[in-house]
């Protein structure tokens, strides 16, 4: 739990380290079960907790709703305690820490509170469980619903118990409106709504930022090394954001994240960076923390130096970006300013480029090639600028867009191997590589053509793992040889499916991979292709993008009805 933003230090933070990352637990005296779920189509969640005397449940909510013409969401979290069966004894603990664990923060007694002073600001925790009983982490009979309120910077200034349940009813009543504003159609709703409501969450509304993953440190396998910081915003996501929001009709959170990239592409004149922070910053400095990590898994990073790499396709990611402003009637007039430089400065860096070996889609970090999926975001940001000329009716961009065009779509055909029938990594490589898939996808490739399946069926000769799993590539890299396949891979993959009409058996594979989901409905980075556990930074919004966009590519191939 980071706050007061993603990418701040979390305050609790024992995944990282048992005896540095803090504490905010309720748990009984002995033994016990759990079960945990979502109250339905919501984002609060309840967890009911078993033992020897009895039965409680827990519901964690981070309050959201409309006031005052604007959404009221504070950095709070309140966690409703209520007695379901018998009368359990519970310990309330509560260690918030500071500085990624080196600092604990002082607990300053209250009335009907615990301030913790250390932080920037100050971390309050309001309850109506007596106070010494939670600092000296004492047991107490849970006979009562009792309420514990954590906030950052301004404290609850109100009836604990009476603005907890209205916080909780209008929190509730706002999730529910916002999926019934959503666009899904019948195919496998319910996950694909847990998805958009995961995506939602990883949204800063503040600036409209949309990050990798809410956690830091969490390995793609067990003792890999590879344990990245994705609380941030990363440029080559966008497309396929901003594609899963156009897909479920929520057009406010494509709008926001829209200006987030706007005001990048006229801060950053020279080059763009592959990710920045929730406010557009460009400091990302990769740090190691002293800490244990997740179960032992080393170096434990904040920061990602992959923002120093060079990463070309984020070019065409911006011009694909873009176009909605003008093809989609929602967006006013006034909101296309400075069309001509925008796209004129965009395609200038693109042209400097085009030949340019860059670390690719997966930031290898000491590996430098000429990508088929960079050139593959040439030809298709290219594409964008010349639909966006036509519309401006400048015929300078359209010449210089098609030119573009021309020069990417001659790069990718010298990635093709025509002995195997397939398009690889990169010029001058054999490997093959799953982002290839959106050759197919994106339509530089017909996907009715014999060129489209033979080039799937030559990927999954060679990556395609059991049970529609999918690996990225099987190449040594400069951490190894990867040992986990990537969801959203696998994800490329249904859609691919669907797309050249094996339409069977994109299903299959869709609803086997359904089955590597936690107890929520949540999805990681990566799973081991040989036990199914789940691996690297949780949730994904890239996994959970990859769903809904495969869901929604196989509803269409069914032309099943929108329900809403």
């Excluded at 990798?212 to 915003?233: I, N, V």
Aim: with cysteine; hydrophobic share 35%.
């Amino acid at each position: 739990m980071c706050w007061p933003r993603f990418d701040s230090s979390f305050i609790f933070g024992n995944m990282l380290d048992e005896q540095k990352g803090g504490e905010f637990s309720l748990l009984p005296y002995g033994k016990y079960s759990s079960v945990q779920y979502y109250e339905e189509n919501t984002n609060v969640l309840c967890t009911e907790i078993t033992c020897e005397e009895g039965r409680y449940r827990i519901t964690d909510i981070a309050p959201r709703f409309r006031q005052y013409e604007r959404y009221f969401r504070p950095l709070m979290l309140i966690r409703k305690i209520e007695p379901l069966e018998g009368t359990p004894r519970v310990r309330a603990i509560c260690k918030p820490v500071a500085g990624y664990g080196q600092k604990e923060l002082k607990p300053n007694r209250g009335s009907s509170h615990i301030d913790y002073h250390g932080m920037e600001e100050t971390v309050r925790l309001t309850t109506n469980i007596p106070i010494n009983y939670i600092l000296e982490e004492q047991f107490i009979v849970l006979n009562e619903t009792k309420y514990m309120v954590l906030t950052y910077g301004s404290p609850l200034e109100a009836p604990l118990e009476s603005t907890s349940e209205d916080f909780l009813r209008k929190t509730v009543l706002y999730w529910r409106r916002w999926v019934k504003h959503t666009t899904i159609a019948e195919f496998h709703q319910q996950e694909v709504i847990r998805s958009s409501l995961v995506l939602k969450i990883h949204q800063y509304e503040d600036t409209g930022a949309i990050i990798a993953a809410s956690t830091t440190s969490l390995p793609e396998f067990d003792q890999s090394g590879r344990t990245w910081d994705y609380r941030y915003c990363w440029l080559r996501d966008t497309f396929y954001v901003l594609t899963a929001f156009n897909h479920i009709g929520h057009f406010e959170e494509m709008e926001r994240y829209f200006h987030y990239m706007a005001d990048i592409s006229v801060r950053h004149v020279e080059r763009y960076q592959p990710l920045y922070t929730v406010t557009g910053g460009d400091k990302l400095d990769e740090k190691f923390l002293d800490l244990e990590g997740y179960m032992g898994n080393q170096p434990v990073r904040i920061g990602n130096q992959a923002s120093e790499h060079i990463q070309n396709d984020i070019y065409g990611q911006v011009l694909i970006s873009l176009l909605p402003l003008y093809v989609d009637k929602r967006f006013a007039l006034s909101e296309r300013t400075n069309s001509y430089d925008w796209i004129s400065n965009t395609l200038l860096k693109m042209e400097r480029i085009v030949n340019e070996a860059d670390a690719g889609l997966w930031e290898f970090r000491n590996l430098s090639q000429v990508h088929c999926y960079t050139n593959l975001f040439h030809w298709a940001g290219a594409s964008a600028a010349y639909k966006i000329a036509c519309f401006i009716g400048k015929e300078d961009l359209k010449n210089r867009a098609l030119k573009l065009k021309e020069q990417a779509a001659a790069n990718i055909e010298k990635c093709y191997d025509p002995a195997r029938k397939v398009y690889q990594q990169a010029i001058g490589t054999q490997h093959l590589d799953a982002s290839t898939l959106q050759l197919i996808m994106m339509h530089y490739l017909d996907p009715a053509s014999a060129k489209a399946r033979d080039h799937l069926a030559a990927l999954e000769q060679s990556l395609k793992a059991p049970n529609g799993l999918f690996f990225r590539y099987k190449h040594m890299d400069d951490f190894g040889k990867p040992e986990s396949t990537f969801l959203i891979s696998a994800f490329w993959h249904v859609e691919a499916l669907a797309c050249v009409g094996r339409v069977d058996e994109a299903i299959k594979s869709f609803e086997n991979l359904m089955k590597y989901s936690n107890h929520l409905g949540l999805f990681s980075e990566d799973v081991h292709y040989e036990t199914g556990s789940q691996w690297g930074n949780f949730p994904q919004a890239y996994s959970h993008v990859g769903l809904m966009n495969a869901a929604y590519r196989i509803a269409r191939k069914l032309d099943q009805p929108n329900f809403f």
